[in-house]
Antibody, heavy 115, light 107 residues
């Protein structure tokens, strides 16, 4: 069974940093593109970032480019999202998603950016 | 970037109704489209991939069609557990944007 478990969310002040992690199990992590998607509570879904299976290619939404960095450790079956220069509008639930076609989703971790 | 426009943004329907949701892409995406269902407080779940392929375990009352720029999700006979918000997402180039969502409510 595919399992994706996000962690690292919490309350941070504007301008601060946070690192999200996603522990993956139940599938061959090393052969899949992995993705982050976020959702402001009560609002729609926003694609954030994706990384190729061997980390040689990364993609970002315009809204986070230059501030967020996606990475992965295939030896640990773990996906990361380093978030710097956080803004109030980055407040959202962040989902870890398997594949470029978003076939399995984690339960999400809430990031709140507030002073 | 490819923009995805869903309509309607919300609808009210009764159990047993046939429901159709439309998703339009700002440029052609072939059949590279997925549909997702999200219930309150839970993560989205993929229903359809490749525009018309049903995810394993998803009831056959759900179906997807379309290609190019216009796509539809149809629920042939709405069931109580289908009341949720539905999203489309293109799986073509990056960024892989989502539609704005369609909330299906009880009439």
């Amino acid at each position: 069974e595919v399992q994706l478990s996000e962690s690292g969310g919490g309350l941070v002040q504007p301008g601060g940093s946070l690192r999200l992690s996603c522990a993956a199990s139940g599938f061959n992590f090393t052969i899949y593109v992995m993705t982050w998607v976020r959702q402001v509570p009560g609002k729609g879904l926003e694609w954030v970032s994706a990384i190729s299976k061997n980390s040689d290619t990364t993609y970002y939404a315009v809204s986070v480019k230059g501030r967020f960095t996606i990475s992965r450790d295939n030896s640990k079956n773990t996906l990361y999202l380093q978030m710097n220069s956080l803004r109030v509008e980055d407040t959202a639930i962040y989902y870890c998603v398997k594949g470029g076609w978003a076939d399995n989703w984690g339960q999400g971790t809430l990031v709140t950016v507030s002073s | 970037d490819i923009q995805m426009t869903q309509s309607p943004s919300s609808l009210s329907a009764s159990v047993g109704d046939r429901v159709t949701i439309t998703c339009r892409a700002s440029q052609g995406i072939g059949n590279n489209l997925g549909w997702y269902q999200q219930k309150p407080g839970t993560a989205p779940k993929r229903l359809i991939y490749g525009a018309s392929s049903l995810e394993s375990g998803v009831p056959s009352r759900f179906s997807g069609s379309g290609s190019g720029t216009e796509f539809t999700l149809t629920i042939s006979s709405l069931q109580p557990e289908d009341f949720a918000t539905y999203y489309c997402q293109h799986h073509n180039i990056y960024p892989r944007t989502f539609g704005g969502g369609t909330k299906v409510e009880i009439k």
